[in-house]
């Protein structure tokens, strides 16, 4: 959704963004274009292969200081943009969930179609690993991290399987174990199917990386970075992780907060955002068809007033 990202962004010549996820450095390498030669972006990624990748395809704009680059996950960005004087910032994007690199890459076990290790970290200096889960975690933890993040019903069913299977050392074995405890059927409409064990996986992995309670953590901290005027994008690949960005911008465009408890009761406050994306923007029909992956991407934008 490079286009859309852009637009969405509204970009300034000469104006200082955050991109929240280098990945591949596509959206960071668009940013700078559109910024124009005074431009700035700082880009950060919990994933030291990501700088590496980046650094290589944008070496000119890093050698002039128009490109900083850290090792760090986006929920510690004011940290990082403050220590550098990076402040205020024009815009902040945030890609979420898992880079193409990352998929493609057995090693790092995030993938149902390559067989590799139970890993499914995004910084690989962390220590909780998908196979510490499966391997050593109580039935019922597992079974409420599958249903609470995977939004899995046949959670329990799965987590009793895993347990009496156990231990698992690779993507294939936990997938074949997840098939055989559902019978192997592929769910969902006829045109997205989906493996039975891939909402097992989206679980594991949101529950190694603590992905949602990094991105509830992140938020404030975007609108906080951002100036008058200034655009948060951010793309999300699950229901998740749109429901909590959803929430928090119709939150911080408010202006009156209702008090549950009381019926005429609330909160007068001044609204922080506008947002600029009543529907979600979704992928066109000739970006799903080049990258499966983009079906379930969803941008939402807001400004801050």
Known sequence: MLPEVIAALDIRPGGKYIDGTLGGGGHTQAILEAAGPTGKVLGLDADPAALTRVATRLEGP?????????????????????ALDFVPVDGILLDLG???????????????????????RMNPEAELTAAHIVNHWREDEIADVIYEYGEERRSRRIARAIVRRRPFATTAELAEAVSQAVGGRKHGSPGARIHPATRVFQALRIAVNQELDQLRATL???????????????????????????????????????????????????????????????????EVQANPRSRSAKLRVAARL
Not at 252 to 268: C, K, L, Q, V, W
């Open 62 to 82: 890093m050698q002039d200081g128009r490109l900083l680059m850290r090792h760090a996950n986006f929920e510690h960005m004011a940290q990082v943009a403050q």
């Open 220 to 286: 404030p901290q975007c609108l906080d970075l951002l100036t008058a005027g200034g655009r948060l994008a951010v793309i999300s690949f699950h229901s998740l992780e749109d429901r909590i960005v959803k929430q928090w911008m119709q939150q911080e465009s408010r202006t009156f907060i209702p008090d549950a408890a009381h019926p005429f009761g609330g909160t007068e406050q001044a609204a922080r955002l506008q947002i600029m994306t009543r529907k979600p923007l979704t992928a066109s029909a000739e």
């Open 98 to 120: 898992v880079s193409s690199y990352q998929f493609d890459t057995p090693a790092r076990g995030f993938s149902l179609m390559h067989d590799g290790p139970l890993d499914m």
